[in-house]
């Protein structure tokens, strides 16, 4: 269900944003703004546009899913920012805009012409974020980056996987999408800063950074002992017993975080005598003993089915949850309930089902459920709205420096 409070009631209800980024990271940052409301204009290359619009698995046809999850709600204005007139257009836009986001290469946007130093002469309210690989600053600053990169770089990868074995990666993309989230945080950090100061400000991140965040505990232990830790699987570095286990039909996270809990998990798997032994009586010695922990807690879980230990455990308030598919996740109507599948617009007119901002207001959600943009579908109503006559437009067009999607062409001149 989604929120049916005005646009003015959404927390970014008219501020103007220019996406320069494309794949993951940056995109990551726009989608969360637009669905706090803000008006999200994604500046591409005509026609390949945003590299994502080509991730394309087998059978998929129109716009990719990859790409459709993290860019609806957005509008596409296609310019060739090369071209001295493309520049020129997109400065007029910069002077009108509130945040502007772009994750090139270090050096990229100022051989361009449109770095921070010459956007704020245009604009000195502009925030101006950048999502780099390894920060911009440092020997590693003019280096190119990539989620897996990052991962291996920042040690992420080195505690990912089962113990014994090999170092893996994480199956989700950490890097791109927490830096997305850090570069959504310190762009509206800075413009609230703006609202009370009227001055803008350039916000930095990088997958370096966002990677690195994951890892506290990790940095705690190498900082206070020298530590390096290397992979348990889905063992905690510090508690036990707090992992997956497996039951007859599968997997089931089981949570004796604390020693109230874990006196429920040895009572509720009939071993109250597991509270005296001396390989499990104090948490230190837990963690110890974690490997022989889980043997004895397996053997019991063995016997029954995850649905029936999820009933006992949940009765006795033991924080458990069964290990789920993709699938069955995005079906469960608890994630319905918090608004983190929605229904949203399809390119051809109908509906489909999304991810949803992951925060809600007054137990509703804001949602931007526009369908993703083809390439320079609104560039000729964006430059209107910017203040671009028609004449203008057209020469912008005719020239090259402008394209406008063929599917709408036809609007440019009504």
């Not at 100022?110 to 974020?129: F, K, M, S, T």
């Not at 705690?220 to 039951?247: D, E, M, N, W």
């Not at 090259?400 to 063929?406: D, L, V, Y």
Request: hydrophobic share 40%; proline share 6%.
């Amino acid at each position: 269900m989604l929120s049916t409070s005005t646009d003015l009631d959404q927390p970014l209800a008219g501020v103007k944003v220019l996406e320069l980024s494309q794949i993951m990271a940056g995109p990551t940052c726009g989608l969360m703004l637009a669905d706090l409301g803000a008006d999200v204009i994604k500046v591409e290359r005509y026609p390949q546009g945003d590299d994502a619009r080509r991730y394309r698995r087998e059978g998929d046809s129109g716009l990719p899913p990859s790409f459709m999850i993290l860019n609806r709600g957005k509008r596409s204005i296609a310019l060739d920012v090369k071209h001295p007139d493309g520049r020129a257009a997109l400065l007029r836009l910069v002077a009108d805009i509130d945040i502007l986001t772009e994750n090139f290469r270090m050096g990229v946007m100022e051989r361009l012409g449109l770095g921070y130093e010459a956007l704020r002469e245009i604009n000195p309210a502009l925030v101006y974020c950048s999502i780099t690989g390894y920060g911009r600053t440092g020997p590693l600053a003019s280096r190119g980056g990539f989620d897996l990169i990052l991962q291996a770089f920042s040690g992420l990868i080195s505690v990912t996987g089962e113990e014994g074995g090999e170092p893996v990666k994480p199956g989700v993309s950490i890097a791109d999408v927490n830096a997305g989230i850090l570069a959504a945080f310190g762009s509206l950090a800075a413009y609230i800063r703006r609202l009370r100061t009227g001055r803008g400000q350039r916000v930095d991140t990088s997958l370096l950074q966002a990677s690195m965040q994951q890892m506290y505990w990790y940095a705690a232990a190498y900082f206070s002992r020298g530590i390096v830790p290397k992979p348990a699987g889905t063992a905690h570095p510090l508690i036990a017993p707090y992992q997956v286990y497996k039951c007859r039909d599968g997997g089931l996270a089981l949570g004796g975080a604390n020693e109230t809990n874990w006196g429920r998990v040895a009572e509720v798997l009939g071993h109250p005598e597991w509270l005296e032994d001396p390989r499990f009586n104090t948490p230190d010695i837990r963690l110890a003993n974690r490997r022989e922990l889980e043997t004895l807690i397996n053997a019991e879980l063995g016997r029954d089915t995850r649905a029936a230990w999820t009933e006992r455990f949940e009765a006795a308030q033991v924080p458990c949850g069964p290990v789920q598919t993709v699938g069955e996740a995005l079906d469960h109507e608890q994630t319905r309930a918090v608004r983190m599948v929605v229904d949203v617009q399809s390119p051809d007119g109908g509906t489909m089902r999304g991810l949803g901002l992951p925060v809600l207001f007054d137990g509703a959600s804001t949602l931007a459920d526009a369908p993703a943009p083809r390439v320079g579908e609104n560039t000729a109503e964006v430059l209107r709205e910017f203040g671009f006559a028609d004449g203008e437009i057209e020469s912008l067009l005719s020239s090259g420096a402008a394209h406008q999607s063929p599917q709408v062409a036809a609007a440019v001149v009504n």
